[in-house]
């Protein structure tokens, strides 16, 4: 398409939300991605440690093949211990991917969405997804014939991180139920696509093993790239565009608008509008409800650093009773959801921000019972007692959201998004080195710090529910 319409700029006035009734039409492709990630992961690291210890250690493929077992050998134990360096570097560069790139990028989609539409933006997440995954599955089977080093995967994750990761889809995601969803029903539609997130992270974490079992890593990967591709396929034919644009003149080209993505004014305006006054405490709101899911972040930090060590430390867990724990946890989060939603919310008509609280509460409840636990038993209690947790993020961002106009959602949710996304670029160390230095006398010391953060959340969300009562608004 030609650029004769460079000039012709889009205001954001001219952008308006258009309801589209109670359906989202997201939460198969959510659920598709989230089965993807988590019946992948595990397998993908096996497959790094693998090709890592028969390329880059050069060692004995039968040895190799030993890895990751129960009741190991001293001698293929120590064979870990040399193989795991490789492997975390590599997850390292997966992890800053992940984070530093998208976080930036988010900053600019977010506004960008705002002017020319969420599922053009849906498309690119998705997509970048579905190729990185079709890559691993290439390479996967490629090493099958031909040795190959394992740092070849760290190109697999380029196209996720340049179309923006988890970080983007989820700050779009979360604007276009925004956009189709009225204030008083969004807390229960937010919920019910966290579900629809644990239901595809359950389903992923149960099949992942059998699947492995029953054919080889080619496999999983090739069933995990199928589902995001579906996704594509659904967000492409099924979901329609949240927001409805009026040109100024006869058209906004493609060129326009890829000039338009990487603009640095766009940057701080969406910066700007994060920090703008508005009435009714709602930039006090906005920022506690930010700084909340920012803290949520860090605190669930420890489960991607030092929990499992916890555990195998604590209680002498195996790789099987950690799977089968993370799959209840993920039923009585969804759980917890759904009965937080509707049960809080419309039996007892709290707000967002109060159900929120509670949720915060029972995360803070949960991270000291971790901390203190003598039997394994009592983690399982824990998960059942305080299932609630599972209402806090969803929650947060429907009061942030139901306190933005319409026409400031993408940059409010960027924001958010690129907030979060640096969050475990400091937990992650913290962890690891409070873990450390009182491993030998308090494995789950660490557990403190996620009760000290949930605790100023959950103070957060409290203030929120004051700024409300001031304000005299019941949302």
């Known amino acids: ?93 997966e992890a800053l991917s992940d984070s530093i790139l998208p976080a930036a990028l988010n900053l600019f989609i977010g506004p960008w969405s705002d002017r020319y539409g969420r599922k053009p933006v849906l498309l690119l997440t998705f997509s970048g997804f579905a190729v990185s995954l079709a890559m691993i599955t290439a390479f996967c089977g490629w090493s099958r014939w031909y040795p190959l080093d394992p740092w070849i995967y760290t190109f697999a994750f380029i196209p996720s991180a340049l179309s923006g990761s988890v970080c983007t889809l989820m700050s779009t995601v979360y604007c276009y139920i925004a956009d189709v969803t009225s204030e008083r029903e969004r807390g229960a539609k937010m919920a019910l696509l966290d ?36 996704a594509v396929l659904h967000v492409a034919l099924r979901v329609r565009e949240s927001v409805h644009i009026r040109r100024h003149r006869v058209g906004v080209g493609c060129c326009t608008k890829l000039r338009h993505l990487f603009r640095l004014d766009m940057v701080v305006d969406t910066v700007r509008t994060c920090f703008q006054w508005r009435p009714h405490y709602d930039r006090a709101i906005i920022l506690l409800g930010v700084v909340a899911l920012g803290g949520n972040i860090f605190a669930l930090e420890d489960t991607h650093t030092v929990f499992f060590l916890f555990l195998r430390k604590h209680f002498n867990w195996s790789v099987r009773k950690y799977t089968f724990y993370s799959a209840t946890e993920t039923v009585c989060m969804i759980l917890g959801a759904l009965l937080g939603t509707y049960g809080l919310r419309k039996v007892l008509g709290l707000t967002e921000a109060a159900i929120a609280a509670v949720g915060f509460f029972c995360c803070f409840l949960n991270a000291i019972a971790i901390a203190e636990a003598i039997q394994s038993w009592q983690l399982y209690l824990a998960l059942f007692l305080f299932m609630l947790k599972g209402v806090a993020d969803p929650m947060t961002r429907a009061f942030i959201s139901n306190s933005t106009p319409p026409e400031d959602n993408g940059k409010i949710f960027a924001f958010t998004s690129s907030f979060e996304a640096l969050m475990p670029l400091g937990a992650a160390p913290l962890y690891t080195y409070l873990y450390k230095n009182t491993l030998s006398w308090y494995p789950g010391a660490f557990s403190w710090i996620s009760a000290g953060v949930f605790a100023m959340c959950y103070c957060l969300a409290i203030t929120v529910c004051i700024l409300r009562s001031m304000s005299g608004d019941s949302l």
């Not at 493929?61 to 795991?84: F, I, M, T, Y």
């Open 195 to 230: 579900t629809s997130l644990y239901g595809g992270m359950l389903a992923g974490s149960l099949s992942s093993s059998y699947i492995l079992r029953k054919t080889n890593a080619t496999t999983v990967f090739a069933i995990a790239a199928g589902a995001v591709f579906l």
């Open 1 to 93: 398409m030609d650029c004769s319409d460079d000039e012709q700029v889009l205001s954001p006035a001219v952008v308006q939300p258009v309801r589209r009734g109670r359906s989202s039409n997201l939460e198969i492709p959510v659920f598709l991605l989230f089965y993807a990630w988590n019946v992948s992961t595990p397998v993908l690291t096996d497959q790094i440690i693998y090709q890592a210890c028969t390329v880059s250690l050069a060692a004995n493929v039968s040895d190799c093949a030993k890895l990751g077992h129960e009741h190991e050998s001293p001698a293929v134990l120590d064979l870990e211990a040399r193989v795991q360096p490789y492997t975390a570097d590599i997850l390292m560069v």
